[in-house]
Nanobody, 122 residues
Framework: QVQLKESGGGLVQPASSLKLSCAAS????????MAWFRESPGKEHEFVGS????????YIPESMRDRFTISRDNTENKVYLQIDSLKPEDTAVYYC???????????????WGQGTQVSVSS
């Protein structure tokens, strides 16, 4: 049974940083591209970034590239999302997802976690 479990969210002040984690089990982690999405009220799942199976390449939309960093540890079966200089508009539920080949569409992914809430407010 495949499980993806996110952690690391919380209530933070603007300009702070967070590092989200996603622990994967029940799948051959090395065979999956891992991605992060986020969902906020009134908005569909927004692609935040993805990282290749080996971790040597990644893609983050240009609008997020200066504050978001994605990484993975294949020895720990984990993928991470570092968010710096957090803004109120980053408030959302953040999900990790897995797909053999990757992509930027939520519906294309095979597995998703339950999400972790990030709230940015002073």
């Amino acid at each position: 049974q495949v499980q993806l479990k996110e952690s690391g969210g919380g209530l933070v002040q603007p300009a702070s940083s967070l590092k989200l984690s996603c622990a994967a089990s029940g799948l051959n982690f090395n065979n999956y591209v891992m991605a992060w999405f986020r969902e906020s009220p009134g908005k569909e799942h927004e692609f935040v970034g993805s990282i290749s199976r080996s971790g040597d390449t990644w893609y983050i939309p240009e609008s997020m590239r200066d504050r978001f960093t994605i990484s993975r540890d294949n020895t720990e079966n984990k993928v991470y999302l570092q968010i710096d200089s957090l803004k109120p508009e980053d408030t959302a539920v953040y999900y990790c997802a897995a797909h053999p080949r990757g992509g930027n569409k939520w519906r294309e992914y095979h597995y998703w976690g339950q999400g972790t809430q990030v709230s940015v407010s002073s």
